[in-house]
């Protein structure tokens, strides 16, 4: 899954391109700026309102299933933001008042390609322009992009930018480390837009002990989920025997391993055959992913897919799901 390597104040890792699946503080004007999160259930009078049509049609839409309703315990529908986000993605429905639903105001009126999308993520990163980035990634989905090209050409591609800006000395460490916590919070906000996927297929992954990136596991999850899986991120730092116990707990069909840092090769292959145990009790299929994972160590490992990109991640996960 195709990321990079944060910057270092010291002698570390340069900031560079990464293929991998691993990590990625906005200024206080940009905070104060900021717009309340997605909401969780919206009113059918609030989403007529940001879609710019009459309740009674929104209703009839309701009524037909084309869009999820829950009841209030005093029978008032609700609809999940999720519902309302899958059918403006599906049927390219306008947007007229997207700040109704906790989205940038201008999210849906922008007709974006990815290629310019990456520049205009990039200069907003660097600038700490919280809002700017997070319309450019959910105007991207709400259009229909598959998460996982949002991820490899967009996200991961403004990153790269930035870590050849960091090497040619026009970008500070701390621009790359805030657009990190800009991105996190945007893949966050937008994982409550994504229904949760089916149960019978579910997927865990994160990375080992020791590897505190955390951005390219969040996205495996929602590209996962995207993708119709119930998918998991365990989070990052977590010792391969606490990760085998998860697989025995979970029996997840699909488990991800995100690779950015091996502080000890020959430790981190003696642990990973813990995690290989686990899954051939469960049944699990392993992918990995990441730039630490050099030629000479992958040879030494056992798994079912190495997947440098997360568009690789989502057509190997499509191989364990029969077609409908």
């Not at 104040?9 to 699946?21: H, I, M, Q, Y």
């Not at 059918?44 to 309701?62: D, F, I, N, T």
Request: net charge neutral.
């Amino acid at each position: 899954m195709m990321w990079m390597t944060p910057a270092k104040a010291d002698d570390g890792p340069e900031l560079r391109p990464v293929a991998n699946l691993h990590s990625f503080k906005t200024s206080k004007r940009s905070c104060l700026k900021r717009k309340a999160i997605l909401k969780d259930l919206l009113s059918p009078k609030q989403v007529a309102r940001a879609m710019g049509v009459s309740e009674s049609s929104l209703k009839r839409w309701c009524d037909r299933g084309l869009i999820p309703t829950v009841r209030t315990a005093g029978g008032h529908r609700r609809l999940p933001i999720s519902g309302v986000l899958a059918f403006l993605r599906e049927t390219k429905q306008n947007l007229v008042a997207p700040e109704i639903l906790g989205l940038p105001a201008t999210s849906g009126k922008t007709d974006w390609v990815t290629s310019r999308a990456r520049d205009v993520l990039r200069e907003a990163l660097l600038v700490g322009d919280e809002a700017a980035c997070r319309q450019t990634i959910f105007d991207l989905w709400l259009a229909g992009q598959r998460l996982s090209e949002i991820c490899d050409r967009v996200i991961a591609g403004a990153f790269a930018d930035i870590g050849d800006k960091w090497a040619c000395h026009e970008a500070e460490v701390y621009q790359e480390r805030r657009a990190c916590e800009i991105v996190i919070r945007a893949l966050h906000e937008l994982r409550s837009a994504i229904p949760p996927g089916d149960p019978q297929f579910v997927a865990l992954g994160g990375t080992a002990e020791g590897d505190q990136y955390i951005i390219p596991t969040t996205a495996a999850e929602l590209v996962l989920r995207d993708s119709g899986w119930q998918a998991h991120s365990l989070g990052s730092s977590i010792p391969f025997a606490s990760l085998a116990v998860a697989i025995r707990e979970h029996q997840p069909q699909l488990f991800w391993l995100s690779v950015s840092h091996v502080a000890d090769p020959t430790r981190f292959l003696q642990d990973f055959q813990l995690l290989n145990a686990a899954a051939a009790e469960a049944g699990t299929a392993i992918t990995v992913g990441g730039f630490a994972l050099d030629g000479v160590l992958r040879q030494q490992m056992r798994y079912s897919a190495f997947c440098d990109t997360m568009q690789h991640l989502e057509e190997f996960a499509s191989t364990l799901r029969p077609q409908s």
